[in-house]
């Protein structure tokens, strides 16, 4: 049996900010807006068709229309619970076969999703994902591998229809699912649906013709000698898609992807060499039993005579000239060469192979594997590079707005403050014009007994305090704001500063290996990636600054001068 991934069942809750109007929107490729928070949840860019292959909520057998309308029903969900760590919805993610279509990937996941209804009481919102282009280390998957996976997003209540004292009902959540209250019913409920998962992906790969061999036991349960590969995290696995270099997956691609591959590549040489054997024994047997024929047909031979089978005693009361004419010719088949690394079309790695010269011997093609693997993560860090530029012009256009807003509220500020200036010398003024209206005010002891002019003089010097109190907490905010851009400005150079530094250092390997292979690398790049690997040359590197200026094209000198030369 071939291993297969497995269904996994997570808890969404508030403990870890997570919320269900952000948890749906995203499955489903939705814009909803989240009452208890405020905040819009805009995922429309998936939309249905390229990235979501079926999006749609169901709901139990007799409930409203508002438990298959995906906003009134989350919201309505999140409304139900009032602890601040509670949880507020469980994601229940079921991998699709490989080679089903669109269509059947839809119908599987729906089936799946009405099993849940009939079992818990609950909506379920149904999102039937594309699997992304690209594995956990950024690795472009091929096309056969690129799947499905569907999310079965459901609350943590089931959905009932309450009766009311005055005989009224209506429909409403109830108390928290018992089934996954607890961890002992909780993981027996779960193999269940994760046997009824198993029993779904085997009918449909079966009704397309493909292998039925998916079962929902671990390994252990299995009595397989396995180790399960180990995950990476959602954070990594972002990181990495991005083209950004993690401890994990550096740890991932050194134990158990290169020593894979490695193995993948050895035995499909040693599986070439078995077969091209094979076809040299049969155009042998073909050959010895033509040449028989053609005896008997000659009458040198009986019809009834057999070859021989060889030996070496056969052989030995022959001349060597004899057996050689004899023996059918027969070469020692070549080694497969193992395949160059691939990446997705117009790439700067498919770019490079697109140049580099073929080669002749193994040396050679080892040599170009070496350098075409090194190119693929100069690729990778020129596109982190890239999305690290453009994060630099985001953090720098909203740092020049917060400081804009922050000038703008100092300017708010001083006017405020000559304003409040004015209105207290104002008062001042009248309380010393007026000494014995302001001793009568005193002595009554009472703020109604106070003059009508003093109150309005002091109420307008109130508000204008209050103002400038406001203007000064909106401008310690800003200052906020802006202390946080300057560490994140920090953040983003010290960012760069390491991957321009890996960039110089792989781009000096691939100098090391070939200078034909490295000139040839310079001379597909583009403005942009120039630019870069020119930034990325460090102070006293002349091999990497003598490898961008022998790829630039010659530029007209005044005088001819003689060119220096490094030695290597």
Known sequence: MVPHARPHLEVHSRSKTHSAIAGVAYRLGLRLYDRRTGIWHDYRKRQVGEEIVRALTIAPPGAPAWASDPHELWSRAEAAEKRKDAAVARDYRIPIPLGLSDTAAGDMAEAMARYLVEQLSVPVSIGVHRDNVVDAVGEAKPEEKIGFHAHLYFPTRSLEQMVGEDGTSEWAFGPKLVLLASKREGSAFVDQLNARWASLANQFTREAGL????????????????????????????????????????????????????????????????????????????????????????????????????????????????????????????????????????????????????????????????????????????????????????????????????????????????????????????????????WAAKASGSEDGKPVEWRALHQEAAVLDRRVQEIKGSRRRHQVHLDAFDQEAVVLKQQRAEREGRLAQVVERVRAESLVLADKLMSVVNDEERARIEGAAPQGAPLLHRLVEDASPPKPKPSPTPRMTYPR
């Open 211 to 438: 292998a039925a061999d998916y079962d929902h036991r671990s390994y252990k349960r299995m009595e397989l000698d396995l180790t399960p590969q180990p995950t990476l995290g959602a954070a990594a696995v972002a990181m990495e898609r991005k083209g950004f270099f993690t401890r994990r997956g550096d740890a991932l691609r050194g134990d158990i992807i290169l020593p894979s591959r490695l193995y993948e590549a050895a035995h499909a040489v040693v599986l070439a060499e078995q077969q091209a054997r094979a076809q040299a024994d049969v155009a042998r047997e073909a050959g010895s039993h033509q040449a028989l024929d053609a005896a008997v047909a000659l009458g040198e031979v009986p019809p009834t005579a057999t070859p021989a089978p060889l030996s070496v005693c056969d052989g030995a009361s022959e001349s060597p000239a004899v057996a050689m004419e004899q023996a059918p010719a027969f070469s020692e088949p070549e080694m497969p060469w193992p395949p160059l690394p691939e990446d997705a079309p117009g790439s700067l790695l498919m770019r490079f192979r697109a140049v580099a010269p073929v080669p002749e011997t193994l040396e050679a093609h080892q040599a170009l594997s070496r350098v075409a693997r090194l190119v693929q993560v100069i690729g990778r860090i020129l596109r982190a590079l890239s999305e690290l530029g453009d994060r630099f012009r985001d953090h720098e256009e909203n740092r020049g707005r917060r400081m804009a807003a922050k000038l703008d509220t100092d300017a708010q500020l001083h006017e405020a403050r000559i304003r409040r200036a004015a209105a207290r010398q104002q008062l001042d003024r009248w309380e010393a014009a007026h000494p014995l209206k302001m």
